[in-house]
């Protein structure tokens, strides 16, 4: 046979030869292609996921706005890795009861205030500071606030707030509102003479900042107060302020914001709320709310901690995510670690001190 005949073959065997390994290397390509996750992992199933709000809204409205979340979360974690077979919600009996339910391992994440995170930090874990629109008003002087009204949001995303007091249009909330507008400052006694509505004793805005303000204007705390009731929500409290059940009530800054309808539609009043309370004290910076999970969920490891990080993160940029947690006026989301509340800390220990 010819050199011809030899090189022929030699030429077609070697495309045939290149053809095979064309064919393996699609076939190792799909085989080494990523099934699902991030990682290229097999997902990870998870039969349920619980997550609790504390109280800071009436219930019911929780439930209505957070309703969406389930199937949002599902997604986004499905992205990451994890299989889930359903979110369960709710919306705890008060701030404590969520901590006690992670403190159980019972919640496995909970939308917390940072006092909240605080009381329950050898049980939850920050992962979240949520951020939020900056407000137009952010004076320590109260004046300031009633000269500037109404309170509205602005561009600027911040990871503190404040918490202020409110004066109401009972006859003793005018008095009040009064000294403070014509530019004299309130003594121990005008405060005390009025009825105050407060949050529970783990309420950052609503229990712990005011104490706060307290202890430094007059070195005395709510407890000292003569006349104190509690609430067991914010709607609660300007429920009560509309009817003039109370004089003062103490809530978030922006908080006139949220019941600018109910008060005239629901609670009765014939004025709008920027007309009938004025700011009569302001807290100094809290850091703002938190995402946090159980050190003692059953589920719970870093690879969930991580996906459900970023699964917060995501869905507070899409729009469906930012009408779910807007029910706590949260906007985003940015990692957060323990030290971050080292001043809540703080906070707490002067807490501690005060009631000894």
Same mark, same amino acid.
């Given at each position: 046979?010819?050199?011809?005949?030899?090189?022929?073959?030699?030429?077609?065997?070697?495309?045939?030869?290149?053809? @095979? @390994?064309?064919?393996?290397?699609?076939?190792?390509?799909?085989?080494?292609?990523?099934?699902?996750?991030?990682?290229?992992? &097999?997902?990870?199933?998870?039969?349920?996921?619980?997550?609790?709000?504390?109280?800071?809204?009436?219930?019911?409205?929780?439930?209505? #706005?957070?309703?969406?979340?389930?199937?949002?979360?599902?997604?986004?974690?499905? &992205?990451?890795?994890?299989?889930?077979?359903?979110?369960?919600?709710?919306?705890?009996?008060?701030?404590?009861?969520?901590?006690?339910?992670?403190?159980?391992?019972?919640?496995?994440?909970?939308?917390?205030?940072?006092?909240?995170?605080?009381?329950?930090?050898?049980?939850?874990?920050? +992962?979240?500071?949520?951020?939020?629109?900056? !407000?137009?008003?952010?004076?320590?002087?109260?004046?300031?606030?009633?000269?500037?009204?109404?309170?509205?949001?602005?561009?600027?995303?911040?990871?503190?707030?404040?918490?202020?007091?409110?004066?109401?249009?009972?006859?003793?909330?005018?008095?009040?509102?009064?000294?403070?507008?014509?530019?004299?400052?309130?003594?121990?006694?005008?405060?005390?003479? #009025?009825?105050?509505?407060?949050?529970?004793?783990?309420?950052?805005? *609503?229990?712990?900042?005011?104490?706060?303000?307290? =202890?430094?204007?007059?070195?005395?705390?709510?407890?000292?107060?003569?006349?104190?009731?509690?609430?067991?929500?914010?709607?609660?409290?300007?429920?009560?302020?509309?009817?003039?059940?109370?004089?003062?009530?103490?809530?978030?800054?922006? @908080?006139?914001?949220?019941?600018?309808?109910?008060?005239?539609?629901?609670?009765?009043?014939?004025?709008?709320?920027?007309?009938?309370?004025?700011? /009569?004290? /302001?807290?100094? *910076? +809290?850091?703002?709310?938190?995402?946090?999970?159980? =050190?003692?969920?059953?589920?719970?490891?870093?690879?969930?901690?991580?996906?459900?990080?970023?699964?917060?993160?995501? !869905?507070?940029?899409?729009?469906?995510?930012?009408?779910?947690?807007?029910?706590?006026?949260? &906007?985003?989301?940015?990692?957060?670690?323990?030290?971050?509340?080292?001043?809540?800390?703080?906070?707490?220990?002067?807490?501690?001190?005060?009631?000894?």
């Amino acid at each position: 046979m010819s050199n011809k005949w030899f090189k022929g073959l030699g030429i077609a065997l070697t495309s045939v030869m290149l053809l @095979a @390994a064309c064919g393996n290397d699609d076939d190792t390509t799909e085989e080494a292609a990523p099934e699902n996750g991030d990682n290229g992992d &097999e997902m990870v199933e998870i039969d349920e996921i619980s997550v609790g709000f504390v109280p800071s809204r009436d219930p019911d409205e929780i439930y209505v #706005a957070t309703e969406p979340l389930e199937d949002l979360l599902i997604d986004e974690l499905a &992205e990451h890795g994890f299989d889930v077979g359903s979110i369960e919600i709710t919306v705890g009996t008060s701030y404590e009861a969520v901590g006690e339910a992670m403190s159980a391992g019972t919640l496995d994440v909970g939308f917390i205030p940072g006092g909240t995170f605080v009381l329950y930090d050898d049980s939850a874990e920050v +992962i979240l500071t949520s951020t939020r629109a900056g !407000l137009n008003n952010d004076s320590d002087d109260p004046a300031e606030w009633n000269e500037n009204k109404p309170t509205e949001g602005t561009d600027e995303q911040v990871t503190y707030y404040r918490s202020i007091l409110i004066a109401g249009p009972s006859e003793k909330g005018r008095e009040l509102a009064d000294i403070i507008n014509s530019g004299e400052e309130l003594t121990w006694e005008d405060v005390d003479s #009025a009825s105050w509505s407060v949050m529970n004793s783990s309420s950052s805005a *609503g229990y712990i900042y005011p104490t706060i303000w307290l =202890q430094e204007n007059f070195d005395q705390s709510l407890t000292d107060l003569s006349q104190i009731v509690q609430a067991d929500s914010y709607a609660n409290s300007f429920a009560r302020l509309a009817s003039e059940q109370v004089d003062l009530i103490v809530a978030y800054a922006d @908080a006139r914001r949220d019941y600018v309808d109910l008060w005239e539609d629901e609670y009765g009043r014939d004025a709008s709320i920027w007309d009938e309370t004025d700011v /009569v004290g /302001v807290t100094p *910076g +809290i850091y703002n709310d938190t995402i946090s999970v159980s =050190q003692f969920s059953d589920i719970m490891d870093d690879d969930l901690k991580n996906a459900l990080q970023q699964a917060f993160i995501d !869905l507070a940029q899409t729009e469906e995510g930012q009408e779910v947690i807007a029910i706590y006026s949260h &906007e985003g989301y940015e990692p957060a670690t323990s030290e971050d509340y080292d001043v809540e800390r703080e906070a707490q220990q002067i807490l501690r001190e005060v009631s000894e």
